[in-house]
């Protein structure tokens, strides 16, 4: 079955960075859009940001703006969400979305933002 990995999460302090990454095995990656979600424990999942197949990064949740920025690399087939000036409530596990003929979900990387 093909699916998104996802990979880069971890435990950070506040104020700190992480990058994470999404590649998934599908032909004509470059035409596909692509979203980064999250979900915090006891709360619903949430889009932080979305990245057409025109690398036009957009959908910036309001409390990442500023602070998250995604893109992508076509020739490598990834998505990128690189995350600055973390805060504990950043804290979740974090998804990517492939769009393509359905929805591809990966099963997601864990951000924890604790001193």
């Known amino acids: 079955q093909i699916q998104p990995v996802e990979f880069g999460g971890g435990l950070v302090q506040p104020g700190g960075s992480l990058r994470l990454s999404c590649t998934i095995g599908?032909?004509?990656?470059?035409?596909?859009?692509a979203h980064w979600y999250r979900q915090a424990p006891g709360k619903e999942r949430e889009r932080v940001a979305t990245?057409?197949?025109?690398?036009?990064?957009?959908n910036y949740a309001d409390s990442v703006k500023g602070r998250f920025t995604i893109s992508r690399d076509d020739t490598a087939s990834k998505i990128y969400l690189q995350m600055d000036d973390l805060r504990p409530d950043d804290t979740g596990m974090y998804y990517c979305?492939?769009?393509?003929?359905?929805?591809?979900w990966g099963q997601g990387t864990q951000v924890t933002v604790s001193s």
């Open positions: 990245i057409r197949h025109t690398g036009e990064a957009t």
């Open positions: 599908l032909s004509l990656f470059s035409t596909l859009d």
């Open positions: 979305k492939i769009v393509g003929t359905r929805n591809y």
